[in-house]
């Protein structure tokens, strides 16, 4: 049967009484519109809820659906124990719907489980519903780190397995929004965070779901945002269908952004069909991109396209700009894909007779050999993004003071160990953020005495 309802739910531990002891009278809308979908999932009668939660085991690479036929949790973490949830999985409703991701090549399933214990995410829903309605088996599905087009694409197929099904299915996402909506806040204040819970609200009132695909992935790290690829999963279980949107109620008076929605089905409706939209707009935009490279991303994208499909290096050529064939210098080849970094090899000194031959040599490594990705395949290659640094002169610096990241890449060195970043990245706004991260990929703790230098890049996009 299709799904005919889902939910977007925020999961503070403190709603619970026991837990907030009297800190929940503080989000008491919140409160009132819980109840209203627990009331509603009970007037439903639903026989298997598909629950999706930050919470759960988190890969990178890989959404994790929890296996087996139950499992059971509790609230000691917060102090606790008493809480305690015991659910039955709809185990049947688990294997089709790896069979269905399997079929659409999406990394899913239900390997790799760390920990069996239901989390917060998935119980503080289960502690609502359960007040009015208990006869239903549950779905667990976890987020990953993969983007979030590939998170709407699995929530097609909750919505094929749950069209196969002869079963009633309801859908909820759980997940906080922003965390940095106050200083007093878990991570303190930032622009982005108020920005990004009044964009997510939006959406749920007006049913948009395109949005939440747009969103960029360094502005939602800046918002401290929990619960956007948990709500991406279920807006593609609703993909080509009509929906009636409803913000039942919106608060942050702890400094995290706290929001109840409700989706009811009304039908299909082709102009929803948001993943072939976001698809179709992608290819669009690329290849404006690749209509206008200059001659550094044009040989990257050759060398590493070249590389995969013809399995040979080609060749330097001679109608290259001057300073192509006869200079070096190092070079950094980046690739990104949907959003997110897909590769980033370079080196610091040239290692080769010329910058072309460096971009040739690093373009292919970036796709194929960066340890932190599986190789790039040959169905990816219209899809990635190219920039090409060739690096400056390394100069030596004796204090943070002389570092701007938006201008100088930096090195950090102590014997054998070094670690570089380019400058000028999404996300990293201050000198001290950018030695951290560069001493982190060096392993020097901060602790440690090291030698920096920067650099400046002339970079290409």
Do not use: W
């Amino acid at each position: 049967m299709p799904i005919t309802n889902t939910f977007i739910v925020p999961h503070p531990p403190l709603i619970i009484p026991k837990i907030g002891r009297g800190q929940e009278s503080k989000i008491e809308k919140t409160v009132r519109a819980y109840d209203l979908i627990a009331k509603k999932i009970e007037e439903l009668k639903p026989d298997t809820i598909v629950i999706t939660t930050p919470h759960s085991i988190m890969y990178s690479d890989y959404i994790h659906i929890s296996p087996g036929k139950s499992a059971k949790g509790d609230f000691r973490e917060f102090g606790e124990p008493d809480v305690k949830f015991e659910i039955e999985y709809d185990v049947d409703f688990v294997s089709k719907l790896c069979n269905f991701a399997d079929k659409e090549e999406i990394p899913a399933g239900i390997l790799g489980e760390k920990r069996k214990s239901l989390d917060h995410g998935t119980m503080i829903p289960l502690y609502f519903i359960n007040k009015y309605y208990k006869d239903y088996k549950i779905v667990r599905i976890s987020i990953s780190g993969l983007s979030l087009i590939e998170h709407y694409n699995f929530g097609k197929c909750i919505a094929k397995t749950a069209d196969e099904i002869n079963k009633k299915v309801v859908m909820i996402a759980s997940g906080d929004l922003s965390h940095s909506l106050k200083d007093e806040g878990p991570y303190g204040y930032t622009e982005e965070g108020p920005t990004f819970d009044r964009e997510v609200t939006s959406v749920m009132s007006n049913g948009d779901f395109s949005k939440f695909l747009e969103f960029n992935e360094d502005f939602c790290e800046a918002a401290g945002e929990c619960g956007l690829r948990s709500f991406i999963i279920m807006t593609g279980a609703l993909d080509g269908m009509s929906i009636k949107p409803k913000l039942l109620s919106y608060e942050g008076p702890f400094g995290v952004g706290y929001a109840i929605a409700s989706f009811e089905t009304l039908g299909k409706d082709k102009s929803r069909f948001f993943g072939e939209i976001y698809k179709k707009n992608e290819e669009a935009r690329l290849k404006d991109i690749m209509s206008n490279e200059d001659e550094y991303v044009s040989l990257a994208r050759k060398s590493l396209e070249n590389y995969i499909i013809n399995e040979k290096m080609i060749n330097k050529s001679n109608d290259l700009p001057g300073e192509m064939t006869r200079k070096k210098a190092g070079v950094f080849v980046s690739l990104k894909m949907n959003g997110q970094l897909r590769g980033c090899v370079g080196t610091i000194m040239p290692t080769t007779n010329s910058i072309a031959e460096e971009i040739i040599q690093n373009a292919i490594s970036s796709g194929l050999e960066d340890p932190r990705f599986n190789p790039v395949t040959k169905n990816e290659l219209s899809k990635i993004e190219y920039s090409v640094d060739v690096l400056g002169e390394k100069e030596p610096v004796d204090s943070i003071e002389e570092l701007n990241p938006k201008r100088y890449g930096v090195i950090v060195t102590k014997g054998r160990k070094s670690g570089l970043l380019l400058p000028n990245l999404e996300g990293i706004n201050t000198p001290e953020e950018q030695v951290s991260i560069a001493l982190k990929k060096a392993g020097i703790e901060h602790y440690e005495e090291y030698e920096m230098e920067r650099f400046e890049v002339v970079r290409h996009k």
